[in-house]
């Protein structure tokens, strides 16, 4: 009897063998979807983080026009 190193299904492979090689493409398959669901945190994260940092320069840019204003209204 002779084992293929790859998980091809071979007639002379006992049925543990066939277990792990399925079991094996499993856990790479679910590794593989959760390092797509971490990209995709990831890339939301840095979305609201560039929302964030807009909305911080606009409150700045507010507070600026408003210290603008009072500083006119008092001359």
């Known amino acids: 009897m ?4 790859s998980c091809q299904v071979v007639s002379h492979m006992p049925d543990s ?11 790479i398959l679910i590794q593989s979807l959760y390092i797509i669901y971490l990209l995709l945190r990831i890339k939301r994260y840095k979305q609201e983080i560039e929302m964030y940092e807009n909305l911080r320069y606009m409150y700045v840019e507010m507070i600026r026009w408003l210290n603008a204003k009072r500083l006119k209204d008092k001359k």
């Open 17 to 27: 063998r066939k277990r792990g090689c399925k079991n094996m493409k499993l856990l």
């Open 2 to 5: 002779y084992y293929m190193a």
